[in-house]
């Protein structure tokens, strides 16, 4: 059975700390590229960053650059993101997806064609 399952959410203070991880199971997990998306309270799903280890790839969105760090560990099939300087508009419900590698796309940037999907782990940034 494929899963993705989110953990590390919770309640920080503007300025404050998280970090996400990204299990992985049921799939190879070098053969995928993984993304980071994010949905707010009443907003769309937007994206966050992306990492595909067998490229050495990682891309941020503009507002998670300099605070935001993707990393992968292969050997746990987890993917992370440790996020810094948390803001009160980071707060959103924080998803993971992954997307084959034979699709061409080594480090997505949108949610076009996510092959799995995680649940989703909330991030609550207080003022």
């Known amino acids: 059975e494929v899963q993705l399952v989110e953990s590390g959410g919770g309640l920080v203070q503007a300025g404050g700390s998280l970090k996400l991880s990204c299990a992985a199971s049921g799939f190879t997990f070098d053969d995928y590229a993984i993304g980071w998306f994010r949905q707010a309270p009443g907003k769309d799903l937007d994206w966050v960053s992306c990492?595909?280890?067998?490229?050495?790839?990682?891309h941020y969105t503009h507002s998670a650059k300099g605070r935001f760090t993707i990393s992968s560990d292969n050997a746990e099939n987890t993917v992370y993101l440790q996020m810094t300087s948390l803001k009160p508009e980071d707060t959103a419900v924080y998803y993971c997806?992954?997307?084959?590698?034979?699709?061409?796309?080594?480090?997505?940037?949108?949610?076009?064609?996510?092959?799995?999907w995680g649940k989703g782990t909330l991030v609550t940034v207080s003022s």
């Open positions: 997806a992954a997307l084959s590698l034979v699709h061409g796309r080594f480090c997505p940037t949108d949610a076009r064609g996510m092959d799995y």
């Open positions: 990492i595909s280890d067998t490229h050495g790839t990682t």
